[in-house]
T-cell receptor, first 115, second 116 residues
């Protein structure tokens, strides 16, 4: 069964600190995709990244980086030198090829960055 | 437009009324998805379409909920005889393909449904 766990309900940091958001997933499929979405206070859901199960390379995009480890079923998200504008709810999600790409979301992590 | 659009953005209705929520996906996107998001939670899958074919409706809560995408573009989610527990944000998303490359889903702004 598909399941995504984001154990951190809420994280507060001070601007310029680095912060890592954890995501652990469960799947029995060998072909699957992992995603991160950002939901700022305005409410929209913004796509950040997609990773497929065959590509364990870490990825960096500006201040954002993602660490995908199949051995621990984790897909963690790090923000370097956080900024107030990073304050949002961050969702990790999983889709399995067998189930036609429907997304299963974690409960989300609220990130508060204080100036 | 460039993104997914949904209408209305807000809908207030009385218990027992029917409502229709509309989604206009990104042009050229094959797949269209409906999710429901309660306050403080992640979105939950309702149903999805590839072109006009409804591929999976396993997430629809009961038979009061239905969806269609007759011409493979715009989709309508209909809730009949609304109940207070139907109050939530209803989100639509589209993706270029259903699986494989370019399967990332882009979400619309959502329709906030309030049932009194």
């Amino acid at each position: 069964a598909q399941k995504v766990t984001q154990a951190q309900t809420e994280i507060s940091v001070v601007e310029k600190e680095d912060v890592t958001l954890d995501c652990v997933y469960e799947t029995r499929d060998t072909t699957y995709y992992l995603f991160w979405y950002k939901q700022p206070p305005s409410g929209e859901l913004v796509f950040l990244i997609r990773r497929n199960s065959f590509d364990e390379q870490n990825e960096i995009s500006g201040r954002y980086s993602w660490n995908f480890q199949k051995s621990t079923s984790s897909f963690n998200f790090t923000i370097t030198a956080s900024q107030v504008v990073d304050s949002a709810v961050y969702f990790c999600a999983l889709s399995e090829a067998e189930y036609g790409n429907k997304l299963v979301f974690g409960a989300g992590t609220i990130l508060r960055v204080k100036s | 437009g460039a993104g997914v659009s949904q209408s209305p953005r807000y809908k207030v209705t009385k218990r027992g009324q029917d409502v229709a929520l509309r989604c206009d996906p990104i042009s050229g996107h094959v797949s269209l998805y409906w999710y429901r998001q309660a306050l403080g939670q992640g979105p939950e899958f309702l149903t999805y379409f590839n072109y006009e074919a409804q591929q999976d409706k396993s997430g629809l809560p009961n038979d009061r909920f239905s969806a269609e995408r007759p011409e493979g573009s715009i989709s309508t989610l209909t809730i009949q005889r609304t109940e207070q527990r139907d109050s939530a944000m209803y989100r639509c998303a589209s993706s270029y393909t259903g699986t494989g490359v370019k399967n990332e889903q882009f979400f619309g702004p959502g329709t906030r449904l309030t049932v009194l």
